[in-house]
Structure formats: structure tokens, C-alpha cells
């Protein structure tokens, strides 16, 4: 799958399904490339990947034919440019609180009109192969920007986050926006209605709406709500699932 095209499908409402790396290896992205997922997270805010562990895990994304999207643990320019030129597809950034911090993120993602470093002599490039102009239209075109909703105060600025040229998705985190609520509970009531309006904010403004969750029992609850951008689970969760159920199988059997 192409950078463009993964864009492309994340604009269009398509129904995406998407799963988070989180071993330091490039492996399980082959595994997830296999099984046909239609892209991974490799999540650099939650798990230790070094520079190097991100590198041959976005090269395994090219190989597998899967989108390589990274969870970038902050947003300074620097790490930002880094996942890219190492071939990144796009960006899911954490805790967007504010349509002027939006813009910010969208501009380091952006040549023509934002202020990313140039570089084509990386794997972004194909090593220098690609001319400079081709490589700048390329990639501004291709980069997808999803903004992670998880904050009390991000809540209020929903529309304008959504509004801004180049987010691509808001993607909420209930998790953590269960915690700055208070509630310590992803299914509590409040949580809900934070997540349906973050969602409703994406679609009024033509955008993708992405979820997290540990299951998929209430994915048409959700597509029903707007969300078309799934991340489901975790390599971790996924094996830890199965061996559970094969150790469970066995020892009844036996």
C-alpha cells in the first residue's frame, strides 16, 4: 500500500483496521502485514523503541505492504522529521489540546507550506532517487496527521482542531481522557459523549474519525457513531490473547 493511498482511504471514511506494535521489532509488523491489517502504530510514546528499532520496523512496513504509522512521543520538529524521512506514513500525535497546536504539528510534516527540513536522501526519498520537487509534492501529499483527542481541555476546541488544513483524523484515546475526566472509567457516560461529539466534530468537517479498542464486539457501535479508523489492540495483547486461549483449551482437554 502506497503513503497516497493510505491518505486517500483515511480521508474517504473508509473502514481501516489497524493494531499497535508495540516490541521493538520488526517482525510482528511482517505478522501484521500478513494477516492483511491495513496499516500498524508503531507506538514510540508507550513502548521503547530506539531510533534503530523504528528504522527496520518502517522498512518491514514497505516490505509487508502494510502502512507504517508512529505514535511519536512528543512533538518537536526533530522527531517528527525523524519517523518521516525514515518513511513514516504518517503521525498519530498525542495529547492535541488547541487548533493552534494542530497547525504547529501539520507545518513539521509539511515542505511547501510549513517548515519541515528537507531531506530525499533518506528511505522517504528512496535514497536520494527521487528529485527534489517530486519528493516535495510526494510527501506533502501523502503524510497523514492524525490528532490524538485525550485531554478535558481539548474538548472545547474540537471543531477548530478539525478545522485545521491537514489534520487527517481526530483519533480518541479514552484511556487517558477517562483520567484527565476523572472518571477512571472508558465506558463511564461522560466519557461516551466526549468521544461521540470528538468523532461528530470529524465527520462536520470531512474528516476521519479513529478509535482505540481492546476488542471488537462493539466496532459497528462505534462505525454507527462516525469512527472509521480502528486501532484494535496490540501485537502484545493479541499473543497474550491467544496463548490464553490455547493454555486454556489444553488444560480443559486434558
Not at 518513511?87 to 507545518?107: D, F, K, M, T
Request: aromatic share 6%.
Amino acid at each position: 500500500m502506497s503513503p497516497q493511498s493510505f491518505r486517500s482511504r483515511l480521508r474517504s471514511g473508509t473502514t481501516l483496521v489497524s493494531s499497535f506494535i508495540k516490541t521493538g521489532h520488526y517482525q510482528p509488523v511482517e505478522v501484521a502485514g500478513a494477516a492483511g491489517l491495513d496499516a500498524v502504530v508503531i507506538d514510540a510514546e508507550h513502548a521503547a523503541f530506539s531510533a534503530g528499532d523504528l528504522d527496520a520496523c518502517l522498512m518491514a512496513c514497505r516490505a509487508a505492504g502494510v502502512a507504517g504509522l508512529v505514535r511519536v512521543p512528543d512533538t518537536r520538529p526533530a522527531t517528527l522529521l525523524q519517523v518521516l524521512d525514515m518513511g513514516a506514513e504518517g503521525v498519530l500525535v498525542p495529547h492535541v489540546r488547541s487548533a493552534a497546536q494542530a497547525a504547529e504539528i501539520v507545518a513539521c510534516t509539511r515542505y511547501a507550506k510549513g517548515v519541515r527540513g528537507f531531506s530525499n536522501s533518506a528511505r522517504a526519498g528512496d535514497y536520494g532517487v527521487v528529485p527534489m520537487r517530486e519528493h516535495i509534492a510526494q510527501q506533502d501529499e501523502a503524510v497523514s496527521v492524525i490528532c490524538q483527542i485525550e485531554d478535558e481541555d481539548a474538548l472545547a476546541h474540537l471543531a477548530a482542531i478539525a478545522g485545521v488544513d491537514g489534520v487527517d483524523c481526530l483519533f480518541v484515546g479514552r484511556a487517558d481522557l477517562s483520567v484527565s475526566l476523572r472518571t477512571f472509567d472508558i465506558d463511564d457516560p461522560v466519557v461516551s459523549r466526549a468521544t461521540r461529539a470528538a468523532l461528530d466534530a470529524a465527520v462536520d468537517a470531512g474528516k476521519a474519525g479513529g478509535i482505540f479498542l481492546g476488542e471488537t464486539a462493539s466496532v459497528p457501535a462505534w462505525r454507527a457513531a462516525g469512527a472509521s479508523f480502528f486501532v484494535v489492540g496490540s501485537d502484545q495483547s493479541m499473543m497474550r490473547a491467544g496463548w490464553r486461549q490455547a493454555a486454556q483449551h489444553v488444560r480443559a482437554a486434558t
